[in-house]
């Protein structure tokens, strides 16, 4: 089955890009997502990206995936406070819609 | 546009109460159903999903049940709670199109079990 890892903590200077890693293990998911939380809150889809695709682009986001590598990166341009927050990475998996997440990065945004 | 809402927010329980908690979807027909528990500082556990009324899958063995009286409504249930119970527990939907089923997530209950 699926396995998907992420760093835990990530802690950026406000203005500068971050960049959020995740690997996976099941080279068959079709779809990789990415999620934010903020505190107490649910989770809030970003973006997504399909697995035939190395890059997808959205505003300040910007979501690379490395298929032979099976290493996806959200990186998150011009960081602001408000993007502190959890952000999960997710896979599908499995014959159904089966979404395995990892255990998500804190990112903390520090004037 | 499609709405999804949990209730209660927040929910202290002792141990051996029962339990029920209640996610209901607008908007949108016939939409596929999730629980998910997420552990303090930990990421989503799947717990149930459904497909339609009356359909549950369990994904963990576990002290929780789930039920899908009505076409969007899904309620987590236990007849009584364990301390290790407590958790943030998200229900999501998604709209069932084959491939390609993006979830999106309900406002989340807190639960803590004392």
């Known amino acids: 089955g699926e396995d998907v890892e992420q760093s835990l903590f990530l802690s950026v200077r406000e203005g500068d890009s971050s960049v959020i890693n995740c690997t996976y293990t099941?080279?068959?998911?079709?779809?990789l997502y990415w999620y934010k939380q903020e505190p107490g809150a649910g989770l809030q889809l970003l973006t997504y990206?399909?697995?035939?695709?190395d890059m997808k682009q959205d505003q300040r986001l910007t979501v690379l995936l490395n298929k032979k590598d099976k290493h996806l990166s959200l990186r998150i341009a011009d960081t602001q406070t408000g993007d502190s927050a959890i952000y999960f990475c997710?896979?599908?998996?499995?014959?159904?819609?089966?979404?395995?997440f990892g255990a998500g990065t804190r990112l903390a945004v520090h004037p | 546009s499609q709405t999804i809402h949990q209730w209660p927010a927040t929910l202290v329980q002792p141990v051996g109460s029962p339990l029920s908690l209640e996610c209901t979807v607008e908007?949108?027909?016939?939409?596929?159903l999730y629980w998910y528990r997420q552990a303090a500082g930990r990421g989503l556990q799947l717990l149930f999903y459904?497909?339609?009324?009356?359909?549950i899958s369990s994904e963990v063995p576990q002290n929780l049940s789930a039920s899908r009286p009505q076409d969007r409504q899904f309620i987590l249930s236990s007849k009584k709670l364990l301390l290790s119970d407590s958790g943030f527990y998200l229900c999501?939907?998604?709209?069932?199109?084959?491939?390609?089923?993006?979830?999106?997530f309900g406002p989340g209950t807190r639960l803590l079990v004392l």
């Open positions: 908007g949108t027909s016939n939409p596929n």
């Open positions: 999501a939907w998604s709209v069932p199109s084959g491939l390609q089923e993006t979830q999106y």
């Open positions: 997710a896979g599908l998996s499995g014959g159904y819609n089966k979404l395995i």
């Open positions: 990206i399909f697995s035939n695709m």
């Open positions: 459904s497909v339609g009324i009356g359909q």
């Open positions: 099941d080279s068959s998911s079709t779809y």
